[in-house]
């Protein structure tokens, strides 16, 4: 598990208290997930390859054959909706991504859990893990 970048020290409990005391991390009322805890799990288990600031820059970015994904513009590349089913999907190892060999994250045992379920835009519900709706609900939080 990579959990030396983010969410330890000092330069990691600076970066989550930033996030944690702005706008926008209030629960998210069309998911059972809390965005203060998914901004912790995202520093924990994203930031290494997206990046602080989530926009496809971490200190690993350099070094995949598959650049990451800006997070801040899911909604805009999806027409102004968030594709929650396919981030879910990315997530969860439901939609695989080849370069990492195995379900995103690497360290995937971590997202397993309690299930729960989040509504899409049409109404259909899609199970997936606390942890995961957590992180869900903060990366709503970081669209422009």
Known sequence: MMTGFCGKGAAGAVALMALASGPGLAENGDAPGDAQEGAGLYLEYCATCHGIAAEGQGPMA???VIKPTDLTALEARAEGTFPLARVVARIDGRDPLASHGSPMPVYGGFFEGEDVALRTKSGQP?????????????LKTLQD
């Open 62 to 64: 350099g070094v995949l």
């Open 126 to 138: 899609i199970m997936t893990s606390q942890p995961i709706a957590d992180l869900v609900s903060y």
